[in-house]
Structures are given as structure tokens and as C-alpha cells.
């Protein structure tokens, strides 16, 4: 069955590839700010997530499926991380998704079983250093999914995935020579980094129907990083 689905975010990096796989066969709609990459046949609305209302873009009545994208990768030592930063990072990553979902209830009620995706990271389950900020506000977003989709069953399915290091432009800094490449594919168990197809192939599983008995769940796609120790 054909589904609407709306992915906030998705011009590029991990959204565009959900974008892709999803396209063939479904009505996908990218909300964000820039359009230049949108494949055809893919709706595009100019959407800035920490300022617009999404009740005014002009949606279908019913979304099948939602994809929060917008996140940061901001490192720093605890000691430098202003607070400004623990608020920008929690508005991005937090305040807009719920803003977001909290605007799109009723068009999510009009679907037979909504499936909503957000992002977290593999820095929540394992603590790193220099992710106090990031992990902070992606930690909000995991303890938020499993409460609604609680409240929402069976209505809703919500789902997490929580990704190790991805090669998307979010994460260009740390992956801009081959040289970091490689250190950073040596710390995997699975000895490469994400692509942006490895995480859209669960985004994807998550919003089809072959899920349909999957809720309130944290997945990582990390390479082995969260669970394992082959050192
Ligand atoms: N890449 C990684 O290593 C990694 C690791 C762990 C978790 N994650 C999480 O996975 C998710 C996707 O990451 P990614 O690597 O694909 O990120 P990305 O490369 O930065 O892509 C983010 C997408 O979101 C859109 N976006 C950003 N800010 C927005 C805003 N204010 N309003 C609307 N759209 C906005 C961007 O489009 P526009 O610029 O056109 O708005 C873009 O399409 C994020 O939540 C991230 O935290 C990523």
C-alpha cells in the first residue's frame, strides 16, 4: 500500500537515502531548508525546523510515516561546552521534533498505524567523552519515544535509531582524510563507518509494514560499536 511519508529533513545524508529507497514506491515529502539535491518525483517544502510552525506547509491529511533528520555532532570537553550549546543542541535534536510531532497528531491519527522515526546515538547507550551535549539531547529523544509510544499504542509505532559514526555531511569534520577515515572504521567491530544506506535501510524496514509488531525500541546501527568488544 502506497504510504505518505514525511521526512524532516532529507536533502541530503541519511534522509536522502530514505528518500531514495522509499521513492519508488511511495508519496515521500521532504521538509528542510535547502532543496538543491531533491530527486524527481519527491515533494520538497521549505521547512526550517527550529522556527516554523508545520501545521502551515501544505500536507496530505494523512501521514503514514515521519522521520526527524536534524541533528548535530557538537565535541567538546565538558569544561568548554557552554551552556548555550547544551540549549542549541537540545532545541535541534529535542524541542523541534516535539514541536513537530505535536503539530502533526492529527494527520498521524488519520493513518491505519502510523510509524514515527527519530535518531538518537550510539554515544547514549556507551558514554564517550566529549559528547556531554550531544548524548544529553539525544537521550531526551529515547526516554520521549518510549513514553509515546506507550501512550499511542496501537495506534503509533516509535522507533529509535541509535547510529555509530556515518558518513553523511553531518559528520565531514571527522571523516575528511583517509587517515581519520581509517581510525575511525579501526574502533568498529564490523571496521568500517556507517553509510548513509546502512542506517536508511532500518529507517526504511521501520516505516514499511513488515515491522508492524515493532514499537518503543532503540536500535543500534553501529557496526558492532555498543555491543561488543573484539579488542
Ligand atoms: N552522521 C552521523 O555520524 C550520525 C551519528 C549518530 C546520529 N546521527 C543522527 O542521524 C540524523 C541524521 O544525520 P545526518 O548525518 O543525515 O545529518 P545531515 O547530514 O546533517 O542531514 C540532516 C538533514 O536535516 C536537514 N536539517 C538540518 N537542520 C534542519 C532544520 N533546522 N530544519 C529542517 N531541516 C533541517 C538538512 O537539510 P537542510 O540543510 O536542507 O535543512 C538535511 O537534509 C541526525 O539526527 C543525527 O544526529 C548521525
Same mark, same amino acid.
Given at each position: 500500500m502506497q504510504k505518505n511519508i514525511l521526512l524532516i529533513g532529507g536533502s541530503y545524508g541519511?534522509?536522502?537515502?530514505?528518500?531514495?529507497?522509499? %521513492?519508488?514506491?511511495?508519496?515521500?515529502?521532504?521538509?528542510?531548508?535547502?532543496?538543491?539535491?531533491?530527486?524527481?518525483?519527491?515533494?520538497?517544502?521549505? &521547512?526550517?525546523?527550529?522556527?516554523?510552525?508545520?501545521?502551515?506547509?501544505?500536507?496530505?491529511? %494523512?501521514?503514514?510515516?515521519?522521520?526527524?533528520?536534524?541533528?548535530?555532532?557538537?565535541? %567538546?570537553? &565538558?569544561?568548554?561546552?557552554?551552556?548555550?550549546? &547544551?540549549?542549541?543542541?537540545?532545541?535541534?535534536?529535542?524541542?523541534?521534533?516535539?514541536?513537530?510531532?505535536?503539530?502533526?497528531?492529527?494527520?498521524?491519527?488519520?493513518?491505519?498505524?502510523?510509524?514515527?522515526?527519530?535518531?538518537?546515538?550510539?554515544?547514549?547507550?556507551?558514554?564517550?567523552? &566529549?559528547?556531554?551535549?550531544?548524548?544529553?539531547?539525544?537521550?531526551?529523544?529515547?526516554?520521549?519515544?518510549?513514553?509515546f509510544a506507550a501512550e499511542y499504542a496501537p495506534n503509533f509505532r516509535v522507533n529509535v535509531i541509535a547510529p555509530s559514526l556515518t558518513d553523511s555531511p553531518l559528520a565531514s569534520k571527522l571523516l575528511n582524510n583517509d587517515a581519520k577515515k581509517e581510525k575511525m572504521a579501526e574502533r568498529h567491530p564490523l571496521k568500517k563507518v556507517g553509510t548513509t544506506d546502512d542506517i536508511a535501510s532500518m529507517a526504511a524496514f521501520l516505516l514499511n509494514d513488515e515491522s508492524q509488531w515493532i514499537t518503543g525500541q532503540v536500535f543500534g546501527v553501529d557496526g558492532g560499536l555498543s555491543t561488543l568488544n573484539v579488542n
Amino acid at each position: 500500500m502506497q504510504k505518505n511519508i514525511l521526512l524532516i529533513g532529507g536533502s541530503y545524508g541519511i534522509g536522502a537515502s530514505i528518500a531514495a529507497k522509499l %521513492k519508488e514506491n511511495h508519496n515521500v515529502i521532504i521538509a528542510s531548508r535547502s532543496n538543491v539535491n531533491i530527486p524527481n518525483g519527491i515533494t520538497h517544502l521549505t &521547512f526550517d525546523a527550529l522556527k516554523d510552525d508545520i501545521k502551515t506547509l501544505d500536507l496530505p491529511e %494523512k501521514i503514514d510515516g515521519l522521520v526527524y533528520c536534524p541533528g548535530s555532532i557538537n565535541l %567538546k570537553p &565538558f569544561k568548554m561546552m557552554s551552556h548555550e550549546s &547544551f540549549i542549541q543542541d537540545m532545541e535541534l535534536n529535542f524541542h523541534s521534533l516535539v514541536r513537530v510531532v505535536h503539530g502533526l497528531l492529527p494527520k498521524l491519527k488519520n493513518a491505519d498505524q502510523a510509524s514515527l522515526v527519530f535518531f538518537s546515538t550510539v554515544a547514549v547507550k556507551v558514554g564517550m567523552p &566529549f559528547h556531554t551535549s550531544v548524548s544529553a539531547s539525544k537521550g531526551a529523544i529515547e526516554g520521549f519515544a518510549k513514553a509515546f509510544a506507550a501512550e499511542y499504542a496501537p495506534n503509533f509505532r516509535v522507533n529509535v535509531i541509535a547510529p555509530s559514526l556515518t558518513d553523511s555531511p553531518l559528520a565531514s569534520k571527522l571523516l575528511n582524510n583517509d587517515a581519520k577515515k581509517e581510525k575511525m572504521a579501526e574502533r568498529h567491530p564490523l571496521k568500517k563507518v556507517g553509510t548513509t544506506d546502512d542506517i536508511a535501510s532500518m529507517a526504511a524496514f521501520l516505516l514499511n509494514d513488515e515491522s508492524q509488531w515493532i514499537t518503543g525500541q532503540v536500535f543500534g546501527v553501529d557496526g558492532g560499536l555498543s555491543t561488543l568488544n573484539v579488542n
